[in-house]
Nanobody, 127 residues
Framework: QFQIVQSGGGLVQPGGSLKLSCALSGGDVYYYQIGWFRQAPGKERKGISCINAAGGNYADSAQGRFIISRDDAKNTVHLQMNNLKPEDTGRYLC??????????????????????WGQGTQVTVSS
């Protein structure tokens, strides 16, 4: 059974760092495109970053501050978030899409073509 389990998140002061993880079971992460999204109350789900076998990509808001990486041995994708700002606050979700022969992924808002979603984790950036 395919499953996504997220970990990480929490409360951090502005300028701080957090690392989110998205662990897959029942499928080989190398053949999936993984996307990270932020959901804030009353706002559209925003795409933050994505990665597949062709590489990674970032939204403008994350470029230069966040790093997405894939650990094939652990079947996990990480999102390292640095220099966090209050506007980064929200519930972060990772999602998976079967993508065995991809081109470089595009960061999209909403749901895109992702078919499986993690449970989400809260990130709060506040002093």
């Amino acid at each position: 059974q395919f499953q996504i389990v997220q970990s990480g998140g929490g409360l951090v002061q502005p300028g701080g760092s957090l690392k989110l993880s998205c662990a897959l079971s029942g499928g080989d992460v190398y053949y999936y495109q993984i996307g990270w999204f932020r959901q804030a109350p009353g706002k559209e789900r925003k795409g933050i970053s994505c990665i597949n076998a062709a590489g990674g990509n970032y939204a403008d808001s994350a470029q230069g501050r966040f790093i997405i990486s894939r650990d094939d041995a652990k079947n996990t994708v990480h999102l390292q978030m640095n220099n966090l700002k209050p506007e980064d606050t929200g519930r972060y979700l990772c999602a998976a899409e079967w993508s065995p022969n991809p081109e470089v992924c595009l960061v999209v808002d909403g749901k895109g073509r992702y078919t499986d979603w993690g449970q989400g984790t809260q990130v709060t950036v506040s002093s």
